[in-house]
C-alpha cells in the first residue's frame, strides 16, 4: 500500500513557489586522484547505492478529488540519467565560477512530476578538481523515514563498498479508483486522516489566498514605483533568482577562541556569523541604520523525555536567539550568544555534538535539510536561519576520490532573502550561505566579513593586535575529534 504524506508536508508542497523552492542543496569538492573518479563512475556509485533510499524513485501523486493527502508512488518511468547531470566550467574553473552556476541550478523548481531529486558532476575546477551538487526536496528527507542521498554515496574509506545487484523494480502506478477507494478506506480506519486531510485543504486555500494578496501587493508596489520597504535588510520579497557565498574556515582557529573564552565552538560560529553581519551592516551605512540584533532562528538537536532519542527527524527544535550586531567587541559579542543557550545547556535538553552523530539517521546533510524544515514550520518571529551542523574530522571518499570541501546551500523562505548553513568538515569549518540575488546584490561581501569576523575572535584570544593580509597567512588545520556544535565534551 502507498504511504500517505504527511500534512506538513503537504503544507511544504503549498508554501512552494516559484521564488521559495523548497529544496535543499549541498557543493561538495572532490580531488579524483588516482581514482579515476568522472561521471559514469558517479552514474554507477548512484545506481548502486539508491536502494538504500527508495524513496529517491518515487514521485508525488494526488488524490482524485482530494479525498486525502497525496501518496508516494513508484515512477514507472524512473530515469537515472535525468536524475544524475553532466555539467563542467571552463579550465581552470574557479570558486567564483562554481556559485555563480550553483546559484543558477538551485534556484529552479524541482519537477513536481519525478522523484524530487537532482545531483550535477561538474567538470574543470582548477587542479583536477570535481564537484559535486546535490538538491533534495524538503518533503524527501525527513530523517526519520529518508535520509539524504549524499550520506549514502560517501565512504569512510578509500576503497569503494562492494554492494549486492539492485533488484528494484517499480510497482504499477495505482489507478484513480484504487486512489479513492485507498482514501476512503484509511479515512474509515484512521480517525486521523480526515482531519489531517481538512487541515492540509484548509491550508493549501489560505496559503493561495495569502499568495495571491502578497502578489497584487507587489503589483501596486510596482506600477507605484516603489519597493516594499522594512526596518531590516535581511527582511523583504524574494525573486527567482539566487547568490551563493562560500567561505572554507579553519576547526583549529574555532577551537582556540572556544578555549580562550569558554562556550562552545557553536557558540564561536554565531559569534562569527554576528560579528560579519555587523560589518556588512556597516558597508552599506555607518549608522547601520539603528539596528542593534538580528533575530535568528537556530535548529538545535534535543533530548525529548517522552521518545526515545533514535530518530534525527524527531530531535530538532528551533531556537531563537538574538545576534548582537549593535556590539562592537566581539568578546562581549561572543558571551552574549553563548549565554542565551546556556538554559538548554544546564538543563541537560540539549544533545552534546558527539551524540548527535550517533544519533539514527545523521549525516550533516541530513540534518541542514530537518533544520530547514524546523525553520519553515515557524515560518515568522525572525529575521535569519543558522544551521550549523558537526562533520566527520576525518576525510571522506566518493569511489575512491577524497573530498575536501562541503558547503551547504540552505534554501530561503518568503521573506526571508539570507539563510545560512555551516558543516564542519576534516579539520575545517565551511560556510554557505545563500542569498536573493535582488534583494542583496552585496551579499558577496559577507564571504570577507565571515573570515574577518573570525580574525577578530582568534586576535581576541591570543592578544595580537594585528594579522599579516590573508595572502600571507598558511596556518595549518589541526585535526579533531570534536564536531562543532553541540555542548563542549
Known amino acids: 500500500m502507498s504511504e500517505r504524506l504527511r500534512p506538513r508536508d503537504v503544507a511544504l508542497l503549498a508554501e512552494e513557489s516559484a521564488s521559495t523552492p523548497m529544496h535543499n542543496a549541498t557543493v561538495e569538492i572532490f580531488e579524483p586522484g588516482q581514482s579515476g573518479f568522472d561521471y559514469p563512475g558517479l552514474v554507477r556509485l548512484v545506481q548502486e547505492r539508491l536502494s538504500f533510499v527508495p524513496r529517491y524513485r518515487q514521485r508525488v501523486q494526488t488524490v482524485p478529488g482530494r479525498l486525502a493527502n497525496p501518496v508516494w508512488v513508484d515512477d514507472e518511468h524512473f530515469d537515472l540519467g535525468y536524475h544524475v547531470r553532466r555539467s563542467a566550467l571552463p579550465r581552470p574553473g574557479s570558486l567564483d565560477q562554481l556559485r555563480e552556476l550553483v546559484a543558477r541550478i538551485v534556484s529552479r523548481p524541482l519537477d513536481r512530476n519525478r522523484p524530487l531529486w537532482e545531483m550535477y558532476f561538474v567538470e574543470g575546477l582548477a587542479d583536477g578538481r570535481v564537484a559535486l551538487l546535490s538538491k533534495s526536496h524538503q518533503v524527501l528527507v525527513d530523517g526519520m523515514h529518508t535520509v539524504d542521498l549524499g550520506q549514502v554515496l560517501l565512504d569512510t574509506s578509500p576503497e569503494p563498498k562492494e554492494l549486492g545487484a539492485d533488484e528494484w523494480r517499480a510497482r504499477s502506478r495505482p489507478s484513480p479508483f484504487a486512489l479513492m477507494a485507498g482514501a476512503v478506506r484509511d479515512s474509515v480506519t484512521d480517525p486521523h486522516v480526515v482531519p489531517a486531510t481538512a487541515r492540509s485543504t484548509t491550508g493549501a486555500v489560505l496559503r493561495g489566498v495569502a499568495d495571491a494578496a502578497r502578489s497584487a501587493g507587489r503589483v501596486v508596489d510596482a506600477l507605484a514605483n516603489r519597493t516594499p520597504t522594512s526596518g531590516s535588510p535581511i527582511i523583504g520579497p524574494l525573486s527567482q533568482q539566487r547568490r551563493v557565498v562560500a567561505v572554507r574556515t579553519d576547526l583549529a582557529d574555532h577551537r582556540k577562541v572556544r578555549d580562550a573564552h569558554g562556550g562552545t565552538v557553536n ?155 555551516v558543516t564542519s568538515y576534516d579539520g575545517h569549518v565551511f560556510y554557505g550561505l545563500t542569498a536573493d540575488r535582488d534583494l542583496l546584490p552585496d551579499a558577496d561581501l559577507l564571504g570577507p566579513c565571515i573570515q574577518e569576523a573570525l580574525d577578530e575572535l582568534v586576535d581576541s584570544a591570543t592578544g595580537g593586535r594585528a594579522r599579516a593580509p590573508r595572502g600571507r597567512r598558511r596556518r595549518k588545520a589541526t585535526r579533531s575529534t570534536e564536531p562543532a556544535t553541540g555542548k563542549r565534551s
Not at 353 to 376: E, M, Y
Not at 394 to 399: C, F
Open 267 to 421: 557558540d564561536v560560529v554565531l559569534a562569527t556569523v554576528t560579528g560579519a553581519l555587523r560589518a556588512w551592516l556597516l558597508t552599506r551605512s555607518d549608522t547601520m541604520r539603528g539596528i542593534r540584533e538580528v533575530r535568528a532562528v537556530v535548529p538545535i538537536s534535543v533530548i525529548d523525555d517522552e521518545m526515545e532519542a533514535t530518530s534525527l527527524g524527531s530531535q530538532i527544535a528551533a531556537h531563537f536567539v538574538d545576534l548582537p550586531v549593535g556590539e562592537a567587541s566581539p568578546v562581549v559579542r561572543l558571551h552574549q550568544v553563548s549565554y542565551s543557550f546556556q538554559a538548554d545547556k544546564e538543563s541537560g535538553r540539549a544533545v552534546a555534538a558527539s551524540r548527535l552523530t550517533s544519533i539514527s539517521g545523521f549525516a550533516p546533510a541530513t540534518f541542514h535539510a530537518i533544520g530547514s524544515r524546523v525553520a519553515a514550520r515557524e515560518r515568522r518571529g525572525y529575521e535569519l536561519n543558522v544551521t550549523n551542523v558537526p562533520g566527520p574530522q576525518a576525510p571522506l571518499y566518493a569511489a575512491g576520490a577524497r573530498m575536501t570541501e562541503t558547503y551547504p546551500v540552505p534554501p530561503l523562505l518568503e521573506g526571508h532573502p539570507l539563510a545560512i548553513g
